[in-house]
């Protein structure tokens, strides 16, 4: 029940194009959902999170989709970048306040 | 702000040898977490504190792992005796009590064991 899982595990996109990320939950009580972003030889970074209380947030070209009933979320990274080429960690968190991550999505965007 | 600041960056060390990562977390966050990353099992949750108080240790390994923290700015996880098996990056990670918010990690520590 504490699981989150991510797909596709790699990515690769040409410039311009639109990436996907998605992912599951199965806890009922997770009630933030963050995308983090890493960089090789970097720690994650917060990119983008979401509460179940919307179904959609937009922050510049990157998107989180939520859909409740079906205890899913993705993240959609329009007009993508070889600077946007990372490993994407979806998590979800609870208020017990420790955060659960998805195992990565590693992007290549191609120039 | 300097953000979560770890230590060492990176240490190699012989198998059996005692091996002490460090962390220091953001000024005003009492919460505090370590996870290890690997390649095959991502980023896993080792143990966290709330207000310097271990709170869940269900994900350390084994009982070569251990970690303290005496008081709100510094924590550190420790193995002894260390293994190959235990190569990994390991990250600490902080934010404010109770939340998932504002969870910021630092730059980790890559450990190799030989």
């Known amino acids: 029940q504490q699981q989150v899982k991510q797909s596709p595990q790699s990515l690769i996109v040409q410039k311009g194009g639109i990436s996907i990320i998605n992912c599951a939950y199965e806890?009922?009580?997770?009630?933030?959902f963050p995308w983090y972003q890493q960089f090789p030889g970097k720690g994650p970074a917060l990119l983008i999170a979401?509460?179940?209380?919307?179904s959609e947030k937009k922050e510049g070209r990157f998107t989180i989709s939520f859909n409740k009933s079906a205890k899913q979320f993705s993240l959609h990274i329009m007009d993508s970048q070889p600077g946007d080429s990372a490993t994407y960690f979806c998590?979800?968190?609870?208020?017990?306040?420790?955060?659960?991550f998805g195992k990565g999505t590693k992007l290549s965007v191609k120039p | 702000d300097a953000g979560v600041i770890q230590s060492p960056r990176h240490e190699v060390t012989e198998m059996g040898q005692e091996v002490t990562l460090r962390c220091k977390p953001i000024s005003g966050h009492n919460s505090l977490f370590w996870y290890r990353q690997t390649m095959m099992r991502g980023l896993e949750l080792l143990i966290y504190f709330n207000n310097n108080v271990p709170i869940d240790d269900s994900g350390m390994p084994e009982d070569r792992f251990s970690a303290k923290m005496p008081n709100a700015s510094f924590s550190t996880l420790k193995i002894q005796p260390s293994e190959p098996r235990d190569s990994a990056v390991y990250f600490c990670?902080?934010?404010?009590?109770?939340?998932?918010?504002?969870?910021?990690f630092g730059s980790g520590t890559r450990l190799t064991v030989v």
């Open positions: 806890n009922t009580a997770f009630d933030y």
């Open positions: 990670a902080s934010s404010l009590s109770g939340t998932s918010f504002g969870y910021t």
């Open positions: 979401i509460r179940p209380d919307v």
């Open positions: 998590a979800a968190g609870g208020s017990q306040g420790n955060l659960i």
